[in-house]
């Protein structure tokens, strides 16, 4: 299975862009959903999740500005990310836990956002 993003590029500071992460095929015994990030020099964080439920957990730092949701029959997830700042510059990953299986990981999508 694996899992494609899209959706980065390159925007000016107080824009918007929407990451796409489509899986090759659907995924069972799903825990959970997410978008991670890394900027350069910086350790891989949590950005975004959702779990089974339909909750949602975001990072304080982006919260009220980008939003999480998913399509279960597709196995996507997507990242709906407003009024971004030229910190939110990173390459954004995907990420699917499973119950008792490894993660997935997306390949990665850069966003870049200039001031």
């Known amino acids: 299975v694996q899992l494609q993003a899209s959706g980065g590029g390159l925007v000016q500071a107080g824009g918007s862009l929407r990451l796409s992460c489509e899986a090759s095929r659907r995924i069972s015994n799903i825990r959970s959903m997410a978008w991670y990030r890394q900027a350069p020099g910086q350790e891989r964080e949590l950005v975004a999740r959702i779990i089974v439920s339909g909750a949602t957990d975001y990072a304080d730092s982006v919260k009220g500005r980008f939003t999480i949701s998913r399509d279960i029959r597709k196995t996507a997830v997507y990242l709906q990310m407003n009024i971004l700042k030229p910190e939110d510059t990173a390459v954004y990953y995907c990420?699917?836990?499973?119950?008792?299986?490894?993660?997935?990981w997306g390949q990665g999508t850069l966003v870049t956002v200039s001031s």
């Open positions: 990420n699917v836990a499973r119950l008792s299986l490894p993660n997935l």
